[in-house]
C-alpha cells in the first residue's frame, strides 16, 4: 500500500544528508567528547560545528547554544531554571494554548508555589496581547509564549511579546519547536532571551534537541552530574544527535532562503481550498491569522476526528488530530477550546501538516481520498 | 595510524546489530509512537518490544522500564523524585565515590534542604556497609549506591544493601550504568526498586537510557509534559535509541549466558601483570577486591596520567584518567580521594576499560607500547 504522511508536525523523517552525516558517529568515531585522547576530541570537534550550525539558523552565538535530549527537555530547563533564579520574582505567564511541555511545567511550578497567568487566545487563534500586557509585573519571572502554535500553526508576535517582557525586566522564552526551520527567526533581532529548539520536527533525529540562552543568563539546571555544556546540561553528549541537529539545522536555513516557505504555503493553500470546495460543513481554523506554511487545522462537523483518521489510515494517509503529545486522551484539544471550540467541534479537528517532502502528488491523492470519506461518515453520522 | 580504544567505560562502540535494528527508524519508519495512525504504531510496537529486551536483561517486568535520555536522567529522575515524595521522609544516603550524575543530584537536593550522608570507602574501594547502616533511619527516603564504580570497577553489595535500606522503610538505588550488561543484575532478586541504566555503555546508542521503576511505586517525574512513559517521563519517545538500547541489551544478555565475563576478565589479568612486570613502582588500585571484568586502574608513581595518556594517544591508544565526565577540572578523581589517594597518586592513575570487542592482539600492542612511555616519563620526572 502506498503511504503518505501528512503528520509532519508529530515528527519528520530524518533527512539523508542529516543521516550521512551522524553515521560515522555511532561506530566509527565513537568517543566520549568530554574524553582526553582523540576518539573524544574528534567527537567534541563535531559537536562544536553542529553548535554554530544551529546558533546560525537562530543568529546566535554559538557559545549561547545548549545541547539536550529535545524540545521537552528544553522547555522544562527554561522554566524551572528562569522560574528559580530569583525568589523575589518567581511568577510566570504563559499561554492556553502552549505545548504540554510548557503547560504541564507551569502548572506543576504553580502546584510549588509559582503564580502563574495563563493568557487567552480569540477564536483565530491569535493571542490576546493586552492580557500578556496587564500581566507581567515586577514578580513575574519569565514570559514564555510560542513563536507557531503546534495544532493551528498560529503565529504569535514573539518581536512585541518580548518587548513586553523585557518592559518590566522579566525574561522571554519562546518554544520555538515548531517554528525553527518554517520561518525566520533571529533571537538576536528578536530580542529573544531563551528559546527551544528539537530536532525531530525539522528533519533531523529523536532524541535532540537545544536551548537557546542569552549569553550574561546564568540559568540553573535541570539536570545535574557532570560539567558538559557549562554545567547547564550534565550527561554524556548525544554526538550523533547533535550532529544530526546541525545538519538539519544548517538544510533548513538553505531551504528557507531558497523559499521552501512559499512552496509549503502553495501546497497549504490547495489543500485547504480543495477541501472546502469538496467537502460541506467544513472549516479551516484560523484561516485568517498568519500561521506556520506546512500546517492547516480543518473541522469536519459532526463527525468524529478518529473515524476519519482510521479510514484515512486505511488509504495509507498519515494525519492527527491534534498534538501527539495528548493522545491517548479523549479530551478536546486544549488548544481548540482555548479557541472557543465547543466539544463538538474539538473532536472533529484533523490536523494536516508536511514538510519539504511532500509531492504536489501526494496532495493530489490525499485530495482524492478524504472527499469520500468525510462523505461516508457524513451518512452515518447521527449528528450529520 | 593504528586506533586502540581502552575507553570504554567512558563510552563504547555501537554494536553492528544494534545500528541495524535502528536504522529503518530514521528514514523509512519514522512516526511518532504516541501517533494514532499506523506510522505511530508501527513505532510504538517497536518500542514495546525493546521494552522487553531491556526487562529480560535485568529481570524486571516490561511495564516497570522506563525510558530516558540516558544515565544522568534516570539517576536525576531517581534521586528528586523518591526524595520529594514524601515530605517527612526527605533523606538520601549515597556514598562518596558515586558518579557525578548522583552525587552532584544529592549535593544539589543537601542545598534544597534535604538531609544527605555520604558514606566512605577502604584504600581497596570498597564501601562501608556498616557505616551505611546506621545513616539509614526513618527520615531516609533512598539509599542509592553504585552497582558498579566507573573509574575503579570495584561492586558494591547490591544485595545487602538494598536489606539495609528496606529494614528502614527507604527505597534502593542503583546506578547500574556501568554494571547492566557486564555483570549479572537481577532487579527482583536482588530486591532493587530503582535501577539506571545507559545505552552506550553497552553498545548501545548515545541518547538513549532507562530507569527500571519497581511496580508500585510512584515516582514523580523529573520532565513535564506530555503523557509519554505514563507520565513519568514526557517527551517524543526517542525511537531509533530506544530500538538501539533493546537490542544492545539482548546482546549484552546472551554475552554474559556466553561467559564474555570470564573473558574478560582474563584479559584484564593479562593487562595487570603486564603493567606490573613491567613498570616498576606501579600498583593496581582495589586489585584484591570484587571488581568489573573489563576494568583496572592503574597508578604510576611519580607520572602525570595527562603525561601518559598523551603519548599513548600519540600511539594510536585512547585510554582515561578517570571518569569522562570529570574531564577537564584540574582536581584529582574523588574517587581516588576517597580511597585515601594522595593529589600524586591521584594524578598519575589511568584507568584501563575495555569490551567484547577489544582483541588480544590489541592488548599485545598496549603491552608493548605502555613500558616505554612509563620509563621515559620516569626518566624526565622531577617526583621520580
Known sequence: MRHVYFDSNATTRVAPEVLEEMMPYFDRSYGNPSSFHSFGSACMEAVEKARKQVADLIGAAPEEVFFTSGGTESDNTALKGA?????????????????????????????????????????????NVREVSSAVDEGTALVSLMAANNETGVLFPVDE?????????????????????????????????????????????????????????DLPPLMHGGHQEEGLRAGTLNVPGIVGLGKAAELAGEELREGSAERLRNLRNRIEEGIISTCPETLILASE????????????GGIESEAILTLLDMKGISASSGSACSTGTTDP???????????????????????????????DYLLEQLPPIVEKLRDVSPYA
Chains 1, 2 share one sequence.
Do not use: W
Not at 86 to 95: A, E, M
Not at 114 to 123: N, R
Not at 185 to 213: C, E, N, T, Y
Open 161 to 217: 511579546l518580548a518587548k513586553i517582557a523585557h518592559g518590566m525586566g522579566a525574561l522571554y522564552h519562546t518554544d520555538a519547536v515548531q517554528a525553527v526551520g518554517k520561518i525566520e527567526i533571529d533571537v538576536r533581532k528578536q530580542d529573544i532571551d531563551l528559546l527551544s529548539i528539537s530536532a525531530h520536527k525539522l528533519h533531523g533525529p529523536m532524541g535532540a534537541g537545544a536551548l537557546f540562552v542569552r549569553r550574561g543568563i
Open 289 to 300: 491569522t498568519e500561521r506556520l506554511p506546512n500546517t492547516l487545522t480543518a473541522v469536519f
Open 333 to 363: 484539544s486544549h488548544v481548540l477550546t482555548a479557541m472557543g471550540c465547543d466539544a463538538n467541534m474539538g473532536n472533529s479537528a484533523i490536523r494536516i501538516s508536511f514538510d519539504r517532502y511532500t509531492t504536489e502528488e501526494e496532495v
Open 83 to 127: 522560574a528559580r533564579m530569583d525568589p523575589s520574582r518567581n511568577g510566570l505567564v504563559v499561554s492556553a494554548v502552549e505545548h504540554p511541555a510548557v503547560l504541564e511545567t507551569a502548572r506543576y511550578l504553580e502546584r510549588r508555589g509559582h503564580p502563574v497567568f495563563y493568557a487567552g487566545v480569540d477564536s483565530e487563534g491569535s493571542l
